[in-house]
């Protein structure tokens, strides 16, 4: 049974540029949330999506945005990047009747130079 | 004020030792409490639910109290392999998302 996937493990951008990260969810999941997680803090809530829609959003510009395809898989796009963006990306996955329960993946560490 | 906090130690305790962390949290309306343990540099992965009863799981005891709005996590005969940080985490009422605490390191030593 495959856990939560993202792609990809690293990456570095240069202030200005935009990034894609993806996340497939753990099987049977429809789910996904995204959270920033900076160094010595805990995660923050980005967005979740179910159904491809936007359900919730958290305190984020919109220069973070996102989209869930039909397989329920993914993606998390951050465009103009700031040094401040630099952080671990994780991804979480559940199932709508139990958002209780989120699973992590092993997270996109972004650094922005 | 933080909506979730927690004291980020580190707690540093002897093999078999017993270690208690809290974590308050600051919206009344929290309905679903839960520790979530998290290594360096890897994901946070689900301890434990916490319970309004209070509950246990093995050396894991979590407790909460609604009236103080404070929730807790006792780790009995500490282990070198419970280093980690321990992450607090509620969910509101009517709301999608997890807000985590900052999380409290706990470093066991041999």
């Known amino acids: 049974d495959a856990g939560v996937t993202q792609s990809p493990t690293h990456l570095i951008k240069t202030r200005g540029q935009q990034v894609t990260l993806r996340c497939s969810p753990k099987s049977g999941h429809d789910t996904v949330s995204w959270y920033q997680q900076a160094l010595g803090q805990g995660p923050q809530f980005i967005f979740q999506?179910?159904?491809?829609?936007?359900?919730q959003r958290g305190n984020f510009p919109d220069r973070f945005s996102g989209h869930q395809f039909p397989n329920y898989s993914s993606e998390l796009n951050v465009n103009a990047l700031l040094l401040g963006d630099s952080a671990l990306y994780l991804c979480?996955?559940?199932?709508?009747?139990?958002?209780?329960?989120?699973?992590f993946g092993p997270g996109t560490r972004l650094t922005v130079t | 004020r933080k909506e979730v906090e927690q004291d980020p130690g580190p707690f540093n305790v002897p093999e078999g030792a017993t270690v208690a962390f809290n974590c308050t949290y600051s919206?009344?309306?929290?309905?679903?409490f839960f520790w979530y343990r998290q290594d360096c540099r890897k994901e946070p992965k689900l301890l434990m639910s916490v319970y309004s009863s209070g509950n246990e799981d093995g050396r894991f005891t979590a407790q909460l109290n609604r009236a103080s709005q404070y929730i807790s996590l006792l780790i009995r005969d500490s282990k070198l392999s419970d280093s980690a940080t321990y992450l607090c985490?509620?969910?509101?009422?009517?709301?999608?998302?997890?807000?985590f605490g900052s999380g409290t390191r706990l470093q066991v030593q041999p």
């Open positions: 919206n009344s309306a929290s309905q679903s």
């Open positions: 999506y179910y159904e491809e829609e936007e359900r």
């Open positions: 979480a996955s559940s199932l709508q009747r139990n958002p209780y329960e989120q699973y």
């Open positions: 985490v509620v969910r509101d009422t009517g709301r999608r998302a997890l807000t």
